[in-house]
């Protein structure tokens, strides 16, 4: 079964220096989000792709955090530079196959990358 | 905000059904209800999604009320493995693509033997 895959899985950083999250998410889906999860509390959002355009990134922390889909398939999320209430789960995710247009899909996450900032 | 409300916690006996409510009453015509869950540590879960009709799957049933502004996710036979945090999201469907899932606080279900 197809997956959405994250790395690292786990990742622990210095406050003030810079740390990337990478994402693969499922073949062929048009849409990839990027959420932050704090301990305790349901995803946020901090970006949504449409192939490589951004269409909602409102919630990006845009002086520290950065995200791209170049080619409109892998995403990558900078922070730079790290601070302690970063700590966190990065959860990716992928839904709207492209074959399927105007269909209503779920999104699939991955597993997420803990960041703890020390 | 999330623009549903649950309880933030449910107990179920193993292998009863465990029915979890969902309030969505500001819901609009073109927005689904998706329900989601998250065991501890892991990314969150597709279980079901349904716009107006009832909808059933492997995992679960949806009811949605017929005026759309609550809905209830069956789980019909509960296992100590549906231990879990359980999201309630409305979701818009603009056609072509779709809105964000907006989670809030979901309900955690606790199954105990």
């Known amino acids: 079964e197809a997956e959405v895959a994250q790395s690292p899985r786990y990742k622990i950083t210095e406050k003030s220096q810079a740390v990337a999250f990478w994402c693969d998410p499922i073949s062929g889906h048009a849409t990839l989000y990027w959420y932050r999860q704090i301990l305790g509390q349901g995803p946020e959002l901090l970006v949504q792709f449409q192939d490589e355009s951004v269409v909602d990134d409102s919630q990006l922390p845009k002086d520290r955090f950065s995200a791209e889909r170049l080619k409109g398939v892998d995403s990558t999320l900078k922070i730079q530079p790290a601070e302690l209430g970063d700590s966190a789960m990065y959860l990716c995710?992928?839904?709207?196959?492209?074959?399927?247009?105007?269909?209503?899909?779920?999104?699939?996450f991955g597993q997420g990358t803990r960041l703890t900032v020390v | 905000d999330a623009k549903t409300t649950q309880p933030p916690s449910m107990d179920c006996a193993e292998g009863r059904a465990a029915n979890l409510p969902c309030n969505h009453s500001t819901i609009s015509g073109n927005e689904y209800v998706y329900w989601y869950r998250q065991i501890h540590s892991q990314g969150p879960q597709y279980i079901i999604h349904?716009?107006?009709n009832n909808e059933t799957n492997e995992m679960a049933s949806l009811i949605i009320t017929e005026d759309r502004k609550s809905s209830t996710l069956i789980l019909p036979h509960a296992t100590l493995r549906d231990t879990a945090v359980y999201y309630c999201i409305v979701r818009v469907n603009y056609g072509g693509s779709q809105g964000n899932l907006i989670f809030g606080k979901g309900t955690k279900l606790s199954v105990k033997p």
């Open positions: 349904g716009l107006k």
């Open positions: 995710a992928s839904s709207n196959p492209r074959r399927l247009q105007g269909v209503n899909t779920e999104a699939f």
